[in-house]
């Protein structure tokens, strides 16, 4: 690997510094193609380096040809018996380790041996779930990597903070490797388009073996032009049949699952505030970035509310935060923010430009009645301050001090 400089992501490496070293734990990136976990791992490589120049370090790519030959478990553990030198101990990094036919047999036994210092990434939320999170229970631990948040966007592409700024963050997105390109509008799509169809085609055509890809593919846009709004499979079903599509709800639910399972959109269900209930019916979508979403659907102005929800939404999710849309009786607040044992309210809007607007977004909060934390988020550049203890943030400052 060549002496490279890399931009630190300075949240996941806090979360990941504790284990580094900690040969009982496999630890393991998950998130979408492309938001930069292969990056995270080099800057791994090169801590430990620092650390102990001494170290050996073996990496395998699955996305490279040639690591092709490593197509199931015991292909993997052959190759590196051929390849540690060190009788000690060694690091082990594996880039899209589901591309490794039962890769769980391979860890376990590596991971028993007391020697390997293992890290791994996935782009499948399903890659320890189920059976899997049981052959390996209590020897890993889960780290989620996100698209950049706003900040992070700011530092790679060495912008200051402006109007400017979050226009190209709502446009683009975080897609890290948007710095290495030439600024253009044109160049920008182009990479998400083929990161979009890398998606469809690789990580759920090819995966869950998809017949109906036109239908995969109208569900996309589908879903783009309706982040934020409450979505079931029977909506999407008649929405399809009115576009003379027949797909019954139940293959709509398994297409969504599909979408959420390859982190291209993230489902947010229904709660009761003030109980315990979980609502199955009238569930929320929203992109993991939104330059994908621009790419399918050009921003316009007027999708700016269901923009910002989504930003929000992504903000929280990187921070760790549990998430679900509010219900109390006939009314709703966007996001409930759940955090050990932390709790936020956060009511998104456009614009506050009356009376009416401030009641409507303040009122619902001000009827909830514990002592947890809400707020407004808004455009307003002007926002702060409180009505009545709810808190009113613009959402720029929103996405540069909250939890920062």
Known sequence: MNKKEYIYRAAYYKQIEPYIGDNKLIKVLIGQRRVGKSYILFQLMEEIKKRNPAMEILYINKEDYAFDFIKT??????YLKLKKKSKGNTCLFIDEVQDIQSFE?????????????????????????????????GRYIQIRIYSLTYPEFLQFH??????????????????????????????????????IDSIVLRDVVSRFKVRNVGFLQDLIHFLADNIGSI?????????????KINLLPKSVLEYL??????????????????????????????FEDLGMRHTLIPFQQKDIHKVLENLVYHHLRSKQFDVFIGKQGDREIDFVAERNGEKYYIQVAYLIPDEKTHEREFGNLLKIGDNFPKMVVSMDELAGGQHKGIEHWSIRKFLTQFEN
């Open 73 to 78: 478990y015991s292909d993997l553990i052959a």
């Open 257 to 286: 699952y599909y979408l959420e399972t390859v982190f291209f959109v993230e489902k947010v269900k229904r709660t009761e505030i003030g109980g315990r209930k979980i609502f199955e019916i009238g569930d929320k979508f929203y």
């Open 105 to 137: 047999k391979a860890l376990r036994s590596l991971q028993a041996s007391g020697i390997y210092d293992i890290y791994c990434t996935g782009s499948n939320a399903s890659l320890l779930s189920g059976e899997l999170a049981t052959y390996l229970a």
């Open 158 to 195: 060495k912008l200051k903070e402006s109007a400017e700024s979050f226009q190209k963050y709502i446009k683009f997105g975080g897609m890290p490797h948007l710095i290495n390109l030439r600024n253009e509008e044109r160049i920008y799509y182009e990479y998400l388009r083929n990161i």
């Open 231 to 243: 979505v079931s499979a029977k909506r999407i079903s008649d929405y399809l049949k009115s576009q």
